[in-house]
């Protein structure tokens, strides 16, 4: 099972989290602020990192950016806000999810264990001998590599946006609804809120400069990459 650190101060968030989380035969361990959770992180390998955004010392942001510095380590954030405008800072710091207070702890549970299981498959993925790219007009992706060229300059994407982009990609012209999106990309069954997609691709797109164009919004259904 898969190890992974939570980072909340509300002792009873942390206590439900992993008393359920260690039933299931996860490890887990526990940080009450964000500099604890960084320390941990210096200290230890982890699967996966939840963090929550306002702790005392040091708020989840800032303990996602100094995470990131030296670890591709995956990060799910745990709010009490649900605004558009965290939801994109957290996404750009390089989160990977992001679920609103109040939540069920078998839905962060199903998020992480999807999480893990992308990573480790892209792991493996990543170690194929042949490349998988795509090329277009001064738009070069290498799945394999895991990298981004625009216009010759190389795109710095989050994981997650990685992972968006390259399924749009091998699924071109195709149209793909948020449900599916959240099913393939993310690894979980839709629970409702597809604002993570929208936010998602409103920052890839942004990351993809002209190329952006390639990314094409379907009214009603979702998202096709041409």
Known sequence: MYKILIADDEQDIREGFCEYARFLGYEVAEAVDGIEAVQKCREAEFDIVVLDIMMPRMDGFSACKEIRRTSRVPILMLSARGEEYDKLFGFELGVDDYVTKPFSVKEVIARIHAICARAGQEKAEGSADEHETYEDGGLFIDMTARVVICDGEKAELTPKE???????????????????LLSKVWGYDFFGDDRTVDTHIKTLRGRLGRHKEHIVTLRGVGYRFE
């Open 162 to 180: 990685y992972d968006l982009l390259f399924f749009l990609v091998r699924n071109k012209n195709i149209a793909l609804s948020r449900e599916t």
